[in-house]
């Protein structure tokens, strides 16, 4: 089946330690997203891509970086820099290639995040 | 800038009510919305989206929701909740081409047996 796959489902991190956060898509699609979750405050984009080795900020980048290196890949690092890295992470990908605006995103099953 | 404004953050009605989730857009966004689902802990799911033609879109699982340009709304319906629907509802609006997605703050819809 095609879709979305972020690992793991469940993280805990140690305070200092950096964590990566991974998301795979077998859909084919051009871009990829990182949101987080926080309760209340809807979903913040972290970082995109919509090409192969290119990327860009979103509202809320300190603290996190990510590569694309394959165009089925996308994993979100979180650094120790990150100084409320708890929430819900939410990877995303949609079919951009014929630039419309009206294209749906489709969304992994997210990593919960905690800091021990 | 564009924006998207759910009224309510928590909503409960009883099982077999009219459900109403409201969604109200800044006028400057173009006119695509989308309204997701989210069930706990897990990811959003595509519930309808308003694109152009008929304004009035029909979703899955009863719901539906009417583009109104002259209110600037976007209102989720569903005649008759049911207690699966339980769950966060984000309504969203695109940022520009690229597919980046502005979402709402979200509204928790509770269903009472």
């Known amino acids: 089946d095609g879709g979305i796959t972020q690992s793991p489902k469940y993280l805990f991190r140690k305070e200092g330690q950096n964590v990566t956060l991974s998301c795979e898509q077998n859909l084919n699609h051009d871009a990829m997203y990182w949101y987080r979750q926080d309760p209340g405050q809807g979903l913040r984009l972290i970082y995109y891509?919509?090409?192969?080795?290119?990327?860009q900020k979103g509202d809320i980048v300190e603290g996190y970086s990510v590569s694309r290196e394959k165009k089925e890949s996308f994993p979100l690092t979180v650094t120790s820099a990150q100084k409320n890295p708890t929430a819900f992470y939410l990877c995303?990908?949609?079919?951009?290639?014929?630039?419309?605006?009206?294209?749906?995103?489709?969304f992994g099953q997210g990593t919960r995040l905690t800091v021990v | 800038a564009q924006s998207v404004t759910q009224l309510g953050s928590h909503v409960s009605v009883s099982e077999g009510a009219l459900v109403l989730l409201r969604c109200n857009y800044s006028s400057s966004v173009p006119p695509y919305l989308f309204w997701y689902v989210q069930y706990p802990n897990q990811g959003l799911q595509l519930l309808l989206k308003y694109t152009t033609g008929a304004t009035l879109v029909k979703g899955i699982n009863g719901f539906e929701a009417e583009f109104k340009k002259s209110e600037t709304s976007f209102h989720l319906t569903k005649p008759s909740a049911h207690m699966s629907d339980a769950a966060e509802y984000f309504c969203?609006?695109?940022?520009?081409?690229?597919?980046?997605?502005?979402f709402g703050q979200g509204t928790e819809l509770s269903v009472k047996p």
């Open positions: 969203a609006v695109p940022y520009n081409q690229g597919g980046k997605l502005i």
């Open positions: 995303a990908s949609s079919d951009i290639g014929r630039g419309s605006m009206n294209t749906e995103a489709f």
């Open positions: 891509s919509q090409i192969v080795n290119d990327f």
